[in-house]
């Protein structure tokens, strides 16, 4: 079933919850990554780049839903860009990782950031929420990647989470070490988008 033969209603709310993504994230990866190098935090750096691919991600599928379902070229495009995310992904595992290792080689210590704490709280709120529309009307249109894309959103929620647990400790308690485990949290899901993302697994046809 083509997308364009579905309720045009959807296919509209769709595109305007990807907007709507696309905007959020390049305001939360600015403010993420410039008070992440403010205060040399690597969980908040790391955030914020996760943000940009995440723009990235929300770019492929308003290019992906503009497209006739019918045009050859869109399976291949999407399956390449997809694989450019996942590398990208990679990518950003491996620049978490180093960042961790060198600030506990070398004591280096991530200041109080209170604007990174009131981004991962708010972000706490707003993902999940964005996240259950966008899975809801993908369900709806029977598209599997903009279901796929859609549970990106929501595994943003822990990301956000976890940031905001590790800026609380470190911001209320003191201690300096709960920046680098929450970066470090972020690995496993970051790594597990990568692989999925150059396997294009991440990419179903609709």
Known sequence: MAIFARPRASIALARTLLWITFAWNVAEGIIAVFSGITASSVALVGFGLDSFIEVTAAGILLWRISLDE????????????????????????????????????????????????????????????????????????????????????????????????????????????ADVAAALAMVPWIVREGIEGLRGESCDDD
């Open 70 to 177: 019918d045009d050859d070229r869109a399976e291949g495009r999407e399956r390449v860009a997809r694989g450019i995310i996942g590398a990208t992904f990679l990518a950003l595992a491996a620049y978490i990782v180093s960042q961790a290792a060198y600030g506990l080689a070398t004591g280096s210590r991530a200041e109080e950031s209170g604007i990174g704490l009131a981004l991962a709280a708010v972000a706490t709120i707003v993902m999940p929420v964005l996240g259950l529309a966008k899975l809801r009307n993908a369900t709806r249109l029977s598209s599997r990647s903009l279901v796929a894309e859609s549970k990106e959103t929501l595994a943003c929620s822990y990301l956000s989470a976890t940031l905001f647990l590790g800026l609380g400790a470190n911001l209320v308690a003191g201690w300096w070490w």
